[in-house]
């Protein structure tokens, strides 16, 4: 019996979700060793070729029909540069689950913003999902008795550059490539990265880096990958909400690799951040096919 499409949907987006969360301990663990921007640079200098290499299968690139777009491309690569940025500088510092907790209220960020900045209509009952995921994501960055986690709020910020980069990319027009836009982003990280990396020595690169940080690259390229071939099979209401499986994930390996497990509250406001996220895919499903019908 032939897989549904959006069962292999579904299945594409556990292996790009999973790939995006192997690239990221594979990062965390190498950044322990060596400089943050260092390992970005290098991460960046197996990922290029590689992205070189699909787009060659997929059409070649066409860096001047992206730069055509104007100021919207430039907008989506500042979300890209300064999400990833802020996102290695938090993965360096706090646990893997912990960090991917704060990230599933992406979702809910996203439908705040597109109601605030692009003029989407947003019912009563996604607001309220909104607000409750947020306290949500309160309980995960609570103030210890040091005060609010500086770290946390640099991955909020990194949750609110996502949102810049994905609204920009709504208003990305139909000529722009998919491969092509990934590239320039791609290179304009492995640049800022470079660039920051000046500000250090480079060290040798450590043993376990020949391994971790061509694994990042392959697992960034593969997540990439798949998430376009979601994108192209299955319903988005029906494959959207398997990006959670991010979150256990990087519960396993924080603890498998890390020795890292979040406390109660910590996981509690995940559950309220993802089922809050859910309701809010669901009912934007709903209303989609109301408006189809």
Known sequence: MPMSDNLRGAGFMVIAMTAFTL???CMKGVAAQMPLYQAVTLRGLVTLPLLVLI??????????????????????????????ITFFIALVQMPLAV????????????????????????????VAAICVGFLGVLL???????????????????VAFVVLRDLATRRLPASVPSTTMAFLSALSVTVVGAVLSLAEPWQPVPQSGYVLLPLAGVFVVTGYIFIIRVMRVG?????????????LVALVLGWVFFGEWPDGITLLGAAIVVASGLFTLLREARLRRARVA
């Not at 997929?58 to 540069?81: F, Q």
């Not at 995960?140 to 990194?158: K, M, Q, T």
Request: glycine share 10%.
């Open 23 to 25: 690239g990221d301990a």
């Open 55 to 84: 787009a060659q299968f997929s059409g070649g690139l066409d860096l001047r029909a992206t730069l055509r777009a104007g100021r919207t491309v430039w907008l989506r690569v500042l979300g890209e540069v300064a999400s990833t």
């Open 99 to 126: 960090l991917s907790s704060i990230l599933q209220a992406l979702p809910l960020a996203v439908t705040a913003g597109a109601a605030l900045f692009l003029g989407e209509r947003v019912g009563w009952r996604r």
């Open 140 to 158: 995960i960055v609570r103030p210890g008795p040091d005060g609010i986690n500086v770290y946390a709020l640099v991955a909020l910020a990194s």
């Open 235 to 247: 319903e988005v209401s029906f494959t959207t909400p398997f990006r959670y499986t991010s979150l």
